[in-house]
């Protein structure tokens, strides 16, 4: 079967991992003094960030339009491509996948998978290559669909913000309500929520030095129950410094993981804030069964 795979600009592939599997990526735009710039096509996080310095208005974000979508996938299907999947930004901070749905319901001549991540950045990337080898493979969609939930499961994250003035203005914090009013003087840990899936500040701490400590201890309390081996992301916005100290100490506590160091791009930089740091870690892709479709993952 001829698989379509489709992602958004959230996943932060490299050119050539796009080139390599054939990945359609949709950019997604975002909004600055009412001018549309479309993620990393027209806009760097570090322009973003430099925007807000000189005074930009707040950021804004959007999902692709539902005709620009309908449009991609026709296309594709006109290419002689018998299904598509999509894998997005988790639903709980966009509307992406929910659009996705309509697509599926009102043009089931697409055979449309949409998948939703329920994450973003590397983690939803690497869920993209695995999909990606799978196809390579000769997996058939549910097979991979299947597969892709069991390698969802094992992502992680970790999110030390400088402040929450972005994810409050942005709505993106279910428990704002609890922070609001000492945003200003507190470096607020998050997560996404294992039930809900939601973003929530689980944490607060004074100090920037603190708060990097603290998900790193955090990080290898949830790391030591593990029984499969983890690639390990260290981001951050425009905080290169530091995300570089943190690795040091990641790569000395896991020589044997893989371990990189990645930065947030305008989307969500534009949520998280400027000087954000982050642990983010999931099964080792290159380290588990990826083409036998019988033999288990991990």
């Not at 689980?202 to 790193?216: G, H, L, M, Y």
């Amino acid at each position: 079967m001829k698989i379509a795979l489709v992602t958004d600009s959230t996943s932060y592939l490299t050119k050539k991992e796009i080139e390599d599997n054939q990945i359609v990526v949709i950019p997604l735009p975002v909004f600055i003094d009412n001018k549309e710039y479309l993620e990393n096509e027209t806009i760097t996080a570090d322009e973003l960030f430099e925007m807000q310095r000189q005074g930009a208005s707040y950021p804004k974000t959007s999902q692709p339009s539902i005709g620009q979508l309908v449009e991609l996938y026709q296309r594709l299907h006109d290419e002689g491509f018998e299904a598509i999947i999509s894998i997005h930004l988790a639903s709980t901070i966009s509307g992406t996948v929910q659009t996705l749905e309509t697509i599926k319901e009102t043009h089931p001549e697409l055979n449309l998978y949409p998948y939703d991540s329920r994450i973003t950045i590397r983690l939803m990337g690497n869920l993209v290559l695995a999909a990606a080898k799978m196809i390579k493979n000769e997996f058939t969609p549910d097979q991979i669909i299947e597969r892709l939930d069991q390698i969802r499961d094992t992502t992680d994250e970790l999110f030390a913000l400088d402040d929450l003035k972005n994810l409050v203005r942005g709505g993106r914090l279910s428990n704002a309500s609890a922070f609001v009013g000492t945003m200003l003087k507190i470096k607020p840990l998050l997560t996404f929520d294992d039930e809900t899936y939601k973003i929530v500040s689980f944490d607060k701490v004074r100090s920037t030095k603190k708060a990097v400590k603290q998900i790193f201890n955090l990080m290898n309390e949830k790391l030591e129950s593990l029984s499969y081996p983890v690639k390990i992301m260290v981001y951050h916005s425009s905080n290169q410094k530091l995300a570089e100290t943190l690795f040091a100490d990641v790569k000395e506590q896991y020589p044997n993981a893989s371990v990189e160091i990645c930065e947030f791009g305008p989307i969500i930089g534009a949520h998280l804030g400027d000087k954000t740091i982050a642990l983010t870690w999931m099964v080792d892709i290159d380290r588990i069964s990826l083409v036998d479709g019988e033999k288990p993952l991990y």
